[in-house]
Every structure is written in C-alpha cells, then in structure tokens.
C-alpha cells in the first residue's frame, strides 16, 4: 500500500496564531508543521512549497484557485490593538505613508480606509523591520504586531486602530488571515484538526498568554487581554459578510484581481456565529 504524503501546513510564529496552533502538531498527525513569515507563507503556497497555509486575506484574493478549508481565523470585531497607523498630520492631509513590511493585509487595509473614506492617496514608503517611527519623516506611519501594542514616542495628530476604524465604518468584522488550501491537495481529516486546534488553543489562553507575554514586553494580563478581547478566531458569517466587503474595495482599488469576486468565501461546514 502506497503511504499517504504529509500534508506541508504553514503557519506563522506571532503571538496571535498561537491559539489557532496549539497541539495541531499533535491533532493533524499526518501533516507536518512549519512556520515562517506571512509573506513567504503566501509565496510558498503558491510555489507548492505547502499544501496548506494561514495566509493573509488580500493574499487570498489573489488566487482564485485557494480554498478556504477551516472555520478557524484570525480577524477582530473591533479594536484589535496590534495594527495602528500614527499621523503626524490631521488624516486628510496625509501624503506620505510609511508601511510596516510586516502585514500585506494591513497595508491594504489602511490603504482602502484611507482612500475610501477620504479620498487620500499617499505616496508609500517601507519601514523596515527593525526600524521605528523615528526613523522616517512620512506624514503617517503603519505599525503592526508588538510595536503597535506598545506605543511610539512622539506627538500624533492621529492615531488609528484599523480593527476599530474598520468596524466603525463598516460596521462589520475584519479577517486578517485563514487557512486556505491550494488546488488538488487532499485535506481530509486537516479541516477538523484545525477547528479543534483552535478550540482547545481558546480553552488554554490563560497558558498561552502566560508563555508568550515575556516575548511581546507584556504582563500576563496584557497579553490574556489582547488574545482573549482584541481577537476573533471564527469565520462565521459576519466575518465573510467583512472579507467580502474588503474583497470588493480591494479589487476596486486596483489590490485584488476581479475574478476573485467569483470565490466562495465560506469553508465547508462553516459556524454561523
């Protein structure tokens, strides 16, 4: 009898992915778990490097081929306190952005709050990883993860949480990232050792925070807070409703492809929270 090949998952090592990851090396144990940064998980993907990854949303949007084969996700339904933008400047009068290299989704999302909203188009700029607000003389600055969390010294005309900007405008969640599956790749048994991996990561938080929170800089109840408050791990159907809505201004602004209007944002089975 011909051995089943280990189902290649990818996930990454932030603070907010490791609900979505506890024991799944455990759960999916005829799959194989590595970690790496969200850009090169979405690169990897497509590469066939991986079978299956948590990839960021715009990334899905990009090919119309993925599909989504959890109900497990990261998203928010308000403040999600680790994706910022500080303006210098009063919003309308930004015209220089400078973008955390950390998060694709991140950057289209403050990009379509920005141009949506107020019809501002900045001129875009990278900041490095490693690199801080000081570093640049951008109009606004996007940060993401624990930089975010703990804020940059200066004085901000503005200061944005796109989690709660979305939502208030939207009035709809946001989903930064989900798994998703690359065409013909058997991913029986996989979709439930992720919905289950999760279930128990939110049943163990208080554990989690209290390992994790050293490395972010934040007492154990910072870090339970942010896990427990600020992060949603359902893709229920507000959450679709959400990334559908972000699908629509990212392919009308050009961030997204306008066949990826034709995919079903709904894995199998999905709860309907």
């Given at each position: 009898?011909?051995?089943?090949?280990?189902?290649?998952?990818?996930?990454v090592?932030?603070?907010?992915t490791?609900?979505?990851?506890?024991q799944?090396?455990?759960?999916?144990i005829?799959?194989e778990?590595?970690?790496?940064l969200p850009s090169?998980?979405?690169?990897r993907?497509?590469?066939?490097d991986l079978d299956i990854?948590?990839i960021?949303?715009?990334?899905?949007?990009?090919n119309?081929?993925y599909?989504?084969v959890?109900?497990?996700?990261?998203?928010?339904?308000?403040?999600?306190?680790?994706?910022?933008?500080?303006?210098?400047?009063?919003?309308?009068?930004i015209?220089?952005?400078?973008?955390d290299?950390g998060?694709?989704?991140?950057?289209a999302?403050?990009?379509?709050?920005l141009?949506?909203r107020?019809?501002v188009?900045?001129?875009?700029?990278?900041?490095?990883?490693?690199?801080?607000v000081?570093?640049?003389a951008?109009?606004a600055?996007?940060?993401?993860?624990?930089?975010?969390?703990?804020?940059?010294?200066?004085?901000?005309a503005?200061?944005?949480?796109?989690?709660?900007?979305?939502q208030?405008?939207s009035?709809?969640?946001?989903?930064?990232?989900?798994?998703?599956?690359?065409?013909?790749v058997?991913?029986?048994g996989?979709d439930?050792?992720?919905s289950?991996?999760?279930?128990l990561?939110?049943?163990?938080?208080?554990?989690?925070?209290?390992?994790?929170?050293?490395a972010?800089?934040?007492?154990?109840e910072?870090?339970?807070?942010?896990?427990?408050?600020?992060?949603?791990?359902?893709?229920?159907?507000r959450?679709?409703?959400?990334?559908?809505?972000?699908?629509?201004?990212?392919v009308h602004?050009?961030l997204?492809?306008?066949?990826?209007?034709?995919?079903?944002?709904?894995?199998?089975?999905f709860?309907?929270?």
């Open positions: 009898m011909v051995k089943r090949r280990k189902t290649k998952i990818g996930a090592s932030y603070l907010n490791k609900p979505l990851v506890y799944l090396d455990k759960l999916a005829e799959s778990l590595m970690f790496d090169r998980l979405a690169d993907l497509a590469a066939s990854a948590l960021p949303s715009i990334e899905f949007f990009q119309p081929s599909t989504i959890s109900d497990a996700c990261i998203g928010c339904r308000g403040p999600v306190l680790s994706v910022k933008l500080f303006s210098r400047v009063p919003i309308a009068q015209k220089t952005l400078a973008l290299e998060s694709r989704t991140s950057i999302l403050v990009r379509t709050l141009q949506e107020y019809g188009v900045p001129r875009l700029e990278s900041l490095p990883i490693g690199s801080t000081k570093d640049t951008a109009d600055v996007l940060l993401i993860g624990d930089r975010a969390i703990h804020p940059p010294e200066g004085s901000f503005a200061t944005w949480d796109l989690g709660e900007e979305w208030g405008w009035h709809l969640p946001f989903v930064f990232a989900m798994w998703v599956a690359r065409p013909d058997d991913w029986t996989v439930v050792a992720l289950t991996a999760r279930d990561g939110l049943e163990h938080l208080s554990e989690i925070a209290r390992a994790e929170a050293p972010v800089d934040l007492t154990n910072e870090c339970l807070s942010y896990l427990r408050d600020n992060l949603y791990f359902y893709l229920g159907q959450e679709q409703r959400g990334l559908d809505l972000f699908r629509r201004h990212a602004l050009g997204a492809p306008p066949e990826c209007l034709d995919v079903s944002l709904a894995p199998a089975d709860v309907k929270l």
